[in-house]
């Protein structure tokens, strides 16, 4: 077998392709793998949301109950929620709904191909692909998985060359995760995306308090909806600080922590609890990691011990 780099992925057959269920992921994957020659032909839906969002962007998909979906699928894509899998698929295994040789993929970050086991048992290829990409429920989301990576595992070198194929014929990149680092891969890209939209909201409430009522003639008024001055100030500040920190690592740090100025860092913590005691600590807790980051000088540690009211030993 050869080595698994992208140029030496053979294109899988035409497939038969079910999902479970219509949500934001099932739904973007199978109109992308429907682009590249698949059938998805049939998908369950429950909730209203669902059901439209199967009709808007799979409109030649039957909608099915779930022992229907596995049963006439070639490729069964389970797209539940990671609390909702484990009971999905001693369900498709109680009632042997799911053919020997059906390749089973979830799309679960935290999950390898252990929870699948008992589909496993059954005679179907077990493979776990999780796009790392956030979904909002909308077109853009079948456009970016071209452009995200994959984290793919599998039993052998057959089921990761299987992975592998299917996330390039859309367009995306495979990354291989152990299966014992699962869990690690997961709360790495929860860390990253779900913490820095809070980290944004966060700053972009402090700009929001700090610029309304100053407003320049003819300025859109400073509110809370999205999209407005805060978030046009904030925007390429905040681009170019990621695009750093993506290329240059922790040397892209700047601002008073980088610079050791313990004087700025207590004044902001000050000014933000003022405004917001919440957004404060979270504030304090950046700060710190900063600094330990950066091997800020000790007055900077000394500061955000006491403003925490503790003592650094």
Known sequence: MTSFGITNAPAPARLTVGIVSGGRVGTALGEALERVGHVVASCSAVSAASVARVGTRLPDTDILP????AARSELLILAVPDDQLADLVYGLAATHAVKPGTIVVHTSGANGIGILAPLSDLGALALAVHPAMTFTGHAEDTARLSSACFGITAADD????????LVLEIGGEPVRVREENRKLYHAALAHGSNHLV?????AVEALRASLEGDELLGQQLIDGDPGGVAERVLQPLLSAALDNAL???PSALTGPVARGDAGAVATHLQV????DPELAAGYHAMSLRSAQRVGAPIELFEILADMKGERRE
């Open 66 to 69: 779930v022992p229907e979906v």
């Open 158 to 165: 057959v089921g990761y060359a299987i992975a592998q194929a």
């Open 198 to 202: 809070t980290l944004v909201v966060d």
């Open 247 to 249: 290329r240059r690592g």
């Open 272 to 275: 933000l609890t003022q405004l």
